[in-house]
């Protein structure tokens, strides 16, 4: 029965990309079905988070010794060159400045748990990926507050404090907690395990209909140009990921992992610190950033699943 549940968990998660569309249709048609969720984004951001620190053990941090070059590399795109790009898309598609701060918290946030079940579809360097993924989480609390302030600085006045505060509870306190837990409640982990990435991916879709819901009618009058630098930041990362995998010849695995590792943002995080610090306005990036990204990550996942390894592994640098 548990094997059968199992099984039955993964299939969902890996087209949860269907789900995600469906719910964020109906967030726009029908807002009031998700308003109900505003009040608890916090909330559960925390949770998705604390799952993602039941998952961690505190030796899966050795594959930053073991791989320096590859953790640092994977840490730059996601923060330095994310932001950047995120920050000349607000200047080409002439932004707004609530909508542009928006962008550049999708920029500068660490990457998303999302991309750990992709790594995990795409047949992809999972270890890696959910190394990645932790270690830009810790270090968010100082880059993405840093990041946010220098490139947002330009068009709103950021308070740097505030942000460190908010992300260490939405983020850092529940991780935390999360590796606790799995130190100290083994048995309850190792059953939960199995269903962490669709409670994960089913949280998610409540927040992404819950912001999309508060949004809606601002979503729809802000024309197309939030949504193609959305489009475009999201692409961008990926396909730049893909290029600097190849440019430091990573394995296939590790390659597909680094891709989806540096387009795939925790949106859901760069929402909540838009709707505390700035305003609505600022988390439609937020919101559209984490409906394309499961359109294209499901997208690119699959495609990479249908494919066999192109290239032998490599030594690590």
Same mark, same amino acid.
Do not use: D, K, W, Y
């Given at each position: 029965m548990l094997r059968l549940a199992i099984k039955i968990s993964a299939t969902i998660t890996r087209y949860m990309g269907i789900v995600v569309i469906a719910c964020s249709v109906l967030a726009l048609w029908k807002p009031e079905f998700f308003l109900w969720v505003a009040p608890y984004i916090t909330i559960f951001l925390g949770l998705i988070m604390f799952g993602m620190g039941m998952t961690l053990r505190v030796g899966d941090f050795s594959h930053v010794l073991a791989n320096p070059g590859r953790i640092l590399m994977g840490i730059t795109a996601q923060f330095v060159i994310m932001s950047l790009?995120?920050?000349?898309l607000c200047h080409l598609c002439a932004l707004p400045p609530d909508i542009a701060m928006g962008l550049i918290l999708v920029g500068a946030a660490?990457?998303?748990t999302?991309?750990?079940?992709?790594a995990y579809i795409a047949k992809g360097n999972v270890p890696y990926a959910v190394t990645?993924?932790?270690? $830009?989480?810790?270090?968010?609390?100082?880059l993405?507050?840093?990041f946010t302030w220098f490139l947002g600085g330009v068009w709103i006045p950021v308070d740097v404090w505030g942000l460190m505060l908010s992300i260490s509870k939405i983020v850092v306190?529940?991780?935390?907690? $999360?590796?606790?837990?799995?130190?100290?409640?083994n048995s309850f982990t190792q059953t939960a395990l199995p269903f962490l990435p669709l409670l994960s991916a089913l949280i998610i879709t409540l927040v992404v209909a819950g912001i999309l819901a508060i949004n809606?009618?601002?979503i729809l009058m802000a024309g197309l140009d939030i949504l193609v630098a959305?489009?475009?930041?999201?692409?961008?990362?990926?396909?730049?990921?893909?290029?600097l995998a190849r440019f430091m010849r990573f394995d296939t695995s590790t390659a597909r992992a680094f891709c989806l590792s540096v387009g795939t943002k925790n949106s859901g995080l760069a929402t909540a610190l838009a709707l505390a610090h700035f305003s609505s306005s600022a988390a439609i990036a937020g919101a559209l950033y984490s409906v394309w990204q499961n359109i294209s990550g499901a997208l690119l996942s699959n495609f990479f699943h249908t494919r066999q390894q192109e290239f032998p592994p490599t030594k690590d640098k």
């Open positions: 790009l995120a920050f000349i660490p990457g998303g999302a991309a750990n079940v992709l990645l993924t932790s270690v $830009g989480t810790f270090l968010s609390l100082i993405m507050p840093l306190v529940p991780v935390l907690l $999360g590796l606790v837990a799995h130190r100290f409640c809606a009618e601002n959305v489009v475009c930041l999201n692409i961008s990362g990926l396909g730049l990921g893909s290029f």
